[in-house]
């Protein structure tokens, strides 16, 4: 039986001592009408060798082809020893915190996790993680909304320019507490969210958030400063939305403008969390101070014990839901704990040099693959404004037919932008990870310079032959 | 008789509550980790740049190995301790579900490469929301929420959308029992409605009189776990699910319990029109010391339309995608890549070593160590919460007459147990038990661990009638002993900021 230790002498042993004659006794209380027989459709159990087996043949199938796609999760290096400690039974196997003193780990990594991402975004504090930086973000614009005592204004606005797919999860966890999303577009020659831009979408209103994005959803580096300014100047808060690798280069979110964002979340899969087809991630989130109360999720904090020794526990629970049930910050119950295990084991082996290096190869590796794409006729840059570590091209075919060719070549050649942002056009985002070698990235350009010259000299979609 | 085990072999080698940026030294580093040659971004704008670099700590690859694993050894897990914690379904996290979850073509794959490089994934996908299906007994699943509080959120968005769609805006209420998880009533507040509670009966089931006076045309629906977390199964659901639907009401279940009843009853045919598992608890994917969860949803056929996205099709060929432009009623999307795939995997690897015959043993033998849990306690002299019932999977013991008399609750016994070696049960949950503890032992404990419980809250009822301060004092054995929860809270102390530890210790 798999995973089911009792002997027959341990099963007649128990059923005595209850004072049953058969483990099905013990079911008697479930109306038997509602009883089932054999979950038919399940096929019968497999033995460990066997369902090795199969999964190393799907995982065979799904190959493992060159990634040049960023679009919010990125194909980094992962230290040997950050999955291994991760992984340990100690934190594999444990849960929530919820007995400080037998969980002495687990909390110290969640406080340091947090003193981590307060580094990083130069706020004061940070929760110990939500499920993802879509989610993150609108639980971001749902403590926005509470957390602006100038306004009772429940707008908040989000650039066009921000991730179609966190635009899209914001809408739908946000939008039943009556909070209203005011899309503001983008400069189509630089890439960039403008102060006139917001100021055209939201006209003379009030409102009580602004989402700015650094980098943007193109690569872009956004005038942060100019944009927190202008909306601390209207009364507004400032959500930032950040790269955690981005911030060994770029200016800190507490940095930006006269007073710093108010509150930053993201991705926090590029420190140490395997691509895995979208998930497990996890999002991070921070504030300043002042805002603390309205804060969701899990926190650790540092207090002392019966003998006056530092120790962790969670703290503030009072926001949660487990206290205050319906009227709790937010419904969220777990964090991504292991994740964080992760991602705090990563920053810590990386340190700032070492995140910085990285940083600045995928910066590097980006504009050289640029370069070269933009060596074939028709591919040139969309926008003129600097980029991170990704770029966005216009390609002289249908995007998504030139992805297709390079795919069936075991290139993922960049997101496809034409369906989220149909003005632009045939546009192609790309990005090159410090994982991108100079080979992998000429053999990206050598396939999609044939493709291209294929397309062009048949007038007509063909297979290049390779 | 219990023995005074050891919880922690190594924690006095460890330094108090070092932190890795204790450690920290300028200039030190982990070199490999990092691409060898630093490269200059010279084309970012001075003004766009950060001046100081970030205060991470700077220390050697092995330095961070050693302080994380040091770190591990002060958690219980499952994999150390006992770990009876009501709700949560701590059984073995078999180690195959990781290690096939974590090959490289799963590993690696990115979440928007195309189907095409995806079938093997995909079809692992299909295969889990399939059996997902036949095992709840719900028309469609979709494995889309991350955990189950967002499951939840997804379910009642989808109960909102249904009304909304029939044009029924007057249903602006969700009925939830007492006795319910702290999730229930804050996920129903997110949807924007109003909650409102029904009391639980003696006997542990849903007071039928007081549901019937409570629905009506405002009601949008219901929240229940069954099993309950009073740990018994309402023997009235059949009634429950009448009332509510003729009121024109929607029956959302709470997967929480649903290792009680794994292949010996489905929520589909109890009347649930939603719900949500939590593949965490019921298919054994790891705790994490909390999350990542897997909360995937159920409907029946009229909240089909509804579904999160993304879902995974099969057309007899290939699998695909279904996202929002092939989904236009669905509420929409819950992560930016569509949930937590590597868990779903670990529960897909879990689902199919078990098998048709291994799901009615799950329910079979977790039910078998409560009521055996329960009997011996019982017959200790503990009170159970609802002696008259049969536990489910779980059980409750309440402490009140402990406390009355001895002036020791259940926060000290819970303390105590962790100097016994044994991860306490659930305190303090469900409310409505005083002075209770939740006890959930799961089908993969032995009889013999079961044994070694008891004989610990024996011992420890015995100490707290010859010397009530010393369960106050609990735990001694640990890392740290009682933790001041208030301080935590009043000098709120989150981060670790340069020069913090001398305001905060006083030590250095």
Known sequence: MPFVPHTADDIAAMLATIGVDAIDDLFDEIPPALRIGELASIPAGMAEMDIARLMQARARADGQPVCFIGAGAYDHHIPAAVWQIAARGEFYSAYTPYQAEASQGTLQVLYEFQSMMTALTGLDVSNASLYDGASALAEAVLMAVRANRKTKSTKVLVPRALHPAYRRTVRGIVEAQGIELVEASFDPTRGQTTVEQLEASVGGDEFAAVIVNQPNFFGVLEDVDALTNWAHARHALVIAVVNPIALALLSPPGDWGGAGADIACGEAQPLGMPLSSGGPYAGFLCCKQEFVRQLPGRIAGRTLDLDGKPGFALTLQAREQHIRRGKATSNICTNQGLLVTAATIHLAILGAEGLERVAATCHANTRKLADLLCEIPGVEPLFDRPVFHEQTLRLPAPTADLLRSLAAHNVLGGFDLSPDYPELGQALLICATELRTEEEMRGYADKLARIVATRTQAKCPVEPKF | ?508
């Not at chain 2, 769609?165 to 409605?193: K, Q």
Request: aromatic share 8%; hydrophobic share 40%; with cysteine.
């Open chain 2, 1 to 508: 008789m219990g023995t005074l085990r050891f919880a922690h072999p190594t924690y006095w080698i460890t330094p108090i509550a070092m932190l890795i940026h204790d450690q920290s030294r300028p200039g030190r580093r982990a070199t490999a980790q990092a691409p060898l040659h630093s490269l200059a971004a010279t084309d970012i704008p001075e003004g766009l740049r950060r001046r100081v670099p970030p205060k991470l700590p700077e220390v050697s690859e092995m330095q961070a190995v050693r302080h994380y694993t040091r770190l591990s050894q002060k958690n219980f897990s499952i994999d150390t301790h006992f770990y009876p914690l009501g709700s949560c379904t701590m059984k073995y996290n078999p180690r195959a579900c990781h290690s096939l979850a974590s090959l490289p073509g799963f590993l690696t794959r990115h979440p928007l490469a195309p189907d095409s490089h995806g079938q093997g994934v995909l079809a692992c996908l299909h295969e889990l929301q399939e059996m997902l299906k036949e095992i709840t007994g719900m028309h469609a699943v979709s494995l889309a929420p991350s955990a189950g509080a967002q499951g939840e959120f997804a379910g009642v968005a989808m109960i909102r959308a249904y009304h909304q769609a029939r044009g029924d805006h007057a249903r602006t209420e969700i009925l939830v029992p007492d006795a319910a998880h702290g999730t229930n009533p804050a996920s129903a507040a997110m949807c924007g409605f109003k909650v409102r509670e029904i009391p639980t009966g003696a006997d542990g089931d849903v007071d039928l009189a007081a549901l019937n006076a409570a629905v009506g045309p405002q009601t949008a629906g219901i929240m229940l776990t069954n099993p309950s977390t009073v740990g018994v199964f309402d023997r009235n659901i059949q009634a429950i699910a009448r009332t509510v639907h003729a009121a024109g009401g929607l029956l959302y279940y709470d997967g929480a319990n649903l290792n009680a009843i794994l292949g010996k009853v489905r929520p589909g045919d109890m009347g649930f029109d939603v719900i949500h598992m939590n593949l965490h608890k019921t298919f054994s994917t790891p705790h994490g010391g909390g999350g990542p969860g897997a909360g995937p949803v159920g409907v029946s056929q009229r909240l089909e339309p509804y579904l999160p996205v993304p879902l995974v099709a099969f057309d007899g060929d290939d699998y695909r995608w279904l996202a929002e432009d092939e989904r236009p009623d669905s509420i929409g999307r819950l992560t930016a890549f569509g949930g937590n795939m590597g868990i779903l995997l670990r529960a897909y690897v879990y689902a199919r070593m078990l098998g048709r015959e291994g799901m009615g043993r799950v329910a079979d033998f977790a039910t078998l160590n409560a009521n055996y849990l329960m009997a011996r306690l019982k017959s200790a002299g503990f009170e159970a919460a609802y002696p008259e019932r049969r536990a489910s999977h779980e059980f409750i013991v309440t402490l009140k007459r402990e406390s009355k008399e001895l002036g020791v609750n259940a926060m000290d016994f819970a303390k105590r147990l962790l100097d016994y070696g044994y991860h306490a049960p659930t305190t303090y949950f469900p409310l409505l038990v005083p002075e209770c503890l939740l006890i959930e032992p799961t089908e993969t404990e032995t009889k013999e661990e079961l044994d070694g419980f008891i004989e610990a809250l024996i011992a420890i009822r015995r100490e707290a009638v010859e010397d009530p301060e010393k369960l106050k004092g609990a735990p001694y054995t640990l890392p740290v002993r009682r933790l001041d929860d208030v301080r935590a809270a009043r000098l709120l102390d989150l981060a670790w900021k340069p020069g913090s530890n001398e305001v905060q210790d006083g030590q250095q």
